[in-house]
C-alpha cells in the first residue's frame, strides 16, 4: 500500500515536499516513482528513483526544479518540487515498481499506485 501526502495550494515560486509512506511490502527492492495528472490530460512521468538511491530519471519539464529522494529505513519516497509553476497544477501519484531493475518513465511498469495527492500553485 502506498499513502501520498503532502499536497497543497501554493503561489508560483513557492515549494512544496510530497511523501509517499510505502506498507506491506518489500520497499527496500522496488523502483519508485512519481506521476502526476492534470485536469483532462493524461498521467505523466515525473520522476523515479532506483532502490539504491543510485539512479534517478526526471521529466525534462521539472529538472532542475524537483529532487526525489527516498529514505529505505522509513520506507518512504520524497519529491520535493521548488520553483512551482502554474503548469505544475496536477495530482500527483507514486507508484512502484516490484522487480526494480530498471528506472522507467513509462506507466504500465509500475505494479502499485498511490491514492494521489493534489497540488494546486496558483500564480
Known amino acids: 500500500q502506498l499513502q501520498a501526502s503532502g499536497g497543497g495550494l501554493v503561489q508560483a515560486g513557492d515549494s512544496l515536499r510530497l511523501s509517499c509512506a510505502a506498507s506491506?511490502?518489500?520497499?527496500?527492492?522496488?523502483?519508485m516513482a512519481w506521476f502526476r495528472q492534470a485536469p483532462g490530460k493524461k498521467r505523466d512521468f515525473v520522476a523515479a528513483?532506483?532502490?539504491?538511491?543510485?539512479?534517478?530519471r526526471y521529466a525534462d519539464s521539472v529538472k532542475g526544479r524537483f529532487t526525489i529522494s527516498r529514505d529505505n529505513a522509513k520506507n518512504t519516497v520524497y519529491l520535493q518540487m521548488n520553483s512551482l509553476k502554474p503548469e505544475d497544477t496536477a495530482v500527483y501519484y507514486c507508484?512502484?515498481?516490484?522487480?526494480?531493475?530498471?528506472?522507467?518513465?513509462?506507466?504500465?511498469?509500475?505494479?502499485?499506485w498511490g491514492q494521489g495527492t493534489q497540488v494546486t500553485v496558483s500564480s
Open positions: 506491506g511490502g518489500s520497499f527496500t527492492r522496488y523502483t
Open positions: 528513483i532506483n532502490k539504491s538511491s543510485i539512479n534517478t
Open positions: 507508484a512502484a515498481d516490484i522487480e526494480g531493475v530498471f528506472v522507467s518513465s513509462s506507466d504500465y511498469v509500475y505494479d502499485y
